[in-house]
């Protein structure tokens, strides 16, 4: 015996919530792996290690923002096509780019750190004293 299924259109159609939010993520933010631009999040006991890949970026032409809770970067990218040259593709356009990182636990912002090593900026985040992992010993009551 067949089953019959009845087709029903709306089955296929999604929110307009679902096609805005789409459309602006596709629009304006640089996807890489569908979590805009690529990067590493390494959790150490007392902070965090960011990793971003940024070619062809003037360590001068970025600017961090470190809220205890978020991390705002943004920079620009200059690309020097060779003279008499025809671009068939490209992997990293010329342009102004920014992310903001929610991050898992408070860090110290005064204290954080970036230095920019191979096309790679790193950002040391220490955590906050309040965000540390704290060891409590249980004392004995008689």
């Given at each position: 015996m067949a089953n019959i299924t009845r087709y029903n259109p709306f089955n296929e159609m999604v929110s307009?919530?679902?096609a805005m939010n789409s459309l602006f993520e596709d629009s304006f933010i640089p996807r890489i792996?569908?979590?805009?631009?690529?990067?590493?999040?390494?959790?150490?006991?007392?902070?965090?290690l960011l990793q971003l890949p940024?070619?062809?970026?003037?360590?001068?032409?970025?600017?961090?923002?470190a809220e205890p809770d978020m991390?705002?970067?943004k920079w620009s990218t200059s690309v020097q096509v060779?003279?008499?040259?025809?671009?068939?593709?490209?992997?990293?356009?010329e342009g102004q780019y920014q992310?903001?990182?929610p991050l898992p636990a408070a860090i110290n912002a005064?204290?954080?750190e970036a230095s920019y090593e191979n096309g790679v900026l790193t950002l040391s985040l220490p955590k906050a004293?309040?965000?540390?992992?704290?060891?409590?010993?249980v004392i004995a009551r008689k």
């Open positions: 307009l919530r679902e792996g569908g979590r805009g631009i690529a990067s590493n999040l390494y959790e150490m006991a007392d902070g965090f940024m070619p062809g970026v003037n360590p001068a032409d970025v600017e961090i923002t991390l705002h970067i060779p003279e008499n040259a025809t671009t068939r593709w490209s992997g990293f356009a992310q903001s990182f005064d204290k954080a004293e309040h965000a540390k992992a704290r060891t409590v010993k």
